[in-house]
């Protein structure tokens, strides 16, 4: 298959190292990925100038912009030939339930499928990861079975692998996004001019991670395998919202 491999940890990332050697063997593998870690990029694409790829000495491409600019610039011009399938990752880190709606893993993923590229979003759930080759056989074994009971038209999957050794992971499982509660407040301090600086604070604690969510399936060892969708109508509102609007 042709794989448009990217991630948001940057191209020099040992994620996507492993991921694009992982698939490499099997696929025509092209990687393109931000020049920098732009993790929680979200969907952002650049329009305040233009873009610019160079080719690493790894034969990695990386370009001056987002994950999102990287997998659209590369599908719709850049490569000779539209790839098959979008492979986000590995990401440091997990991004299990709202995590992927600011995830820049996701958001390369989800470019791909938004411009009709079946695509993966692949990560490691661990602050601290260790078995980035354990996430890379998961992805393979993905695409293996890609190939073999191809998706019927464009599909978004967002993939959490637990840190343990492949022969440790139990399988997979398929899972809705769990919840998290709010973000910790902002960070208050001062830079060495005196002037006031706020950092973003943490990411709240789980507060939905019953059986069937991502958050569940991971903690008892499992990959959880999530299908997305990029429909945000709030479908349960629409006969409140068509009776509240003013007439």
């Not at 593998?29 to 931000?34: D, G, I, K, L, Q």
């Not at 959490?160 to 407040?185: C, M, Q």
């Not at 600086?197 to 903690?219: L, Q």
């Not at 969708?229 to 509102?237: G, K, M, N, Y």
Request: net charge negative; with cysteine; aromatic share 8%.
């Amino acid at each position: 298959m042709r794989i448009l491999v990217s991630n948001d940890d940057g191209y020099f990332s040992p994620g996507i190292e492993a991921l694009a050697a992982a698939l490499s063997a099997e696929h025509e593998v092209t990687v393109c990925a931000p020049e920098r870690d732009r993790s929680a990029a979200s969907n952002s694409l650049t329009l305040d100038r233009p873009l610019s790829i160079r080719r690493a000495p790894s034969g990695f491409f990386y370009a001056n912009g987002t994950p999102t600019d990287c997998v659209h610039v590369a599908v719709t011009g850049f490569l000779p030939e539209p790839p098959e399938l979008v492979v986000s990752g590995i990401n440091h880190g997990a991004n299990l339930g709202e995590d992927t709606i600011y995830s820049g893993t996701v958001a390369a993923a989800t470019e791909g499928y938004l411009l009709g590229v079946p695509a993966l979003a692949i990560s490691l759930a661990s602050r601290s990861p260790r078995h980035y080759d354990a996430a890379a056989r998961v992805a393979r074994d993905l695409v293996a079975h890609c190939q073999r009971q191809p998706f019927r038209g464009a599909v978004l999957l967002n993939v959490n692998v637990p840190d343990l050794p492949y022969e440790e992971i139990k399988g997979f499982k398929t899972t809705r996004l769990g919840h998290r509660h709010k973000s910790a407040p902002v960070i208050k301090g001062a830079n060495p001019r005196g002037e006031t600086i706020w950092w973003v604070g943490a990411v709240g604690e789980v507060a939905d991670a019953g059986e069937g969510t991502d958050f569940h399936a991971v903690a008892e060892g499992y990959v959880s395998v999530t299908p997305l969708s990029i429909d945000l109508t709030a479908f349960a509102q629409l006969d409140f919202i068509s009776t509240w609007l003013p007439e």
